[in-house]
């Protein structure tokens, strides 16, 4: 498959007959995950919650460039929400080979004066969600030849917590814990669960709205760049291919190298 600038595949492990579901596919992130796994041959499940457009302009791109996709709406602050989604993406081809939980929110918010709804709000998108997601998967996956693999976004937030983000990073960590919990109970049953941790990706506008926090990051990391959406989606690939076949429990830090440097 090709992008729309036409620039071909780097080399990603075929995942050719085989189902995905991304979750927050319609975000900048969920899009470029979706598109890495429809370049590696994927048939791929959107899921959306309110930008179902962005979601069905993907499916449109990918149709366009030979893949495969569909898209979904969920609210997945809804448990049964979250197993009807697994369960049409599942029924649309018959099998669900990969999942990655990816939908969540961000807001910034000091600790000091935050109420324990605000704390609870973001939790329940971003680890409960998970939950219900990879509790629903993991019961097809472990059903079927191959079973499946389960992919979080955490953050490296999730490692070094940032002012203003608490709850955000409390709830990355929590599902970096997640992953590796699920690991030891799915494993046995041909389902395997990693974390793929991100660092500072690239948005149209960002070095305009934050030129400090740009200028600082790209610093600071040895392969003095952003991340782009791209990047975090190949790490998800991997994951989910037969090159990973012994990997579960493990935390991927995708961050060019920042979490590399000293902090003292």
Same mark, same amino acid.
């Given at each position: ?86 369960? @049409? #993406?599942? $029924? +649309? *081809?018959?099998?669900?080979? =990969?999942? %990655?939980?990816? &939908? ?10 935050? @109420? #324990?709804? $605000? +704390? *609870?709000?973001?939790?329940? =998108?971003? %680890?409960?969600? &998970? ?10 996956? @472990?059903?079927? $030849? ?119």
């Amino acid at each position: 498959m090709t992008d729309p600038e036409g620039v071909t595949d780097p080399g990603l492990p075929s995942l050719a007959g085989r189902v995905a579901l991304v979750t927050g596919a319609s975000g900048l992130v969920g899009g470029g995950i979706a598109r890495q796994f429809a370049r590696a041959g994927a048939a791929v499940v959107l899921h959306c919650h309110q930008r179902a457009d962005r979601a069905r302009e993907l499916a449109e791109e990918i149709g366009k460039a030979g893949g495969h996709a569909v898209v979904v709406p969920a609210d997945l602050s809804e448990e049964r929400e979250c197993r009807r989604l697994v369960a @049409a #993406a599942h $029924d +649309w *081809r018959g099998r669900l080979d =990969a999942l %990655v939980n990816n &939908a969540g929110i961000q807001p910034v918010q000091p600790l000091r004066g935050m @109420a #324990a709804a $605000d +704390w *609870r709000l973001l939790q329940e =998108a971003n %680890v409960t969600s &998970a939950f219900a997601c990879t509790q629903a998967a993991a019961e097809v996956m @472990a059903g079927q $030849d191959g079973g499946g693999s389960v992919t979080h976004i955490a953050s490296v937030e999730g490692h070094r917590p940032a002012p203003g983000h608490a709850h955000y990073g409390v709830s990355k960590a929590a599902l970096i814990a997640f992953a590796r919990a699920a690991a030891v109970e799915y494993g046995p049953l041909g389902v395997r669960v990693n974390s793929v941790s991100p660092g500072l990706v690239d948005r149209p506008g960002l070095a305009e709205d934050w030129p400090e926090g740009v200028e600082r990051w790209t610093r600071a990391a040895p392969l003095e760049r952003l991340g782009r959406p791209e990047d975090i989606g190949a790490a998800c690939v991997f994951l989910a291919s037969g090159a990973a076949g012994w990997i579960t429990g493990t935390d991927l830090l995708v961050d060019g190298g920042v979490s590399a440097r000293p902090s003292w």
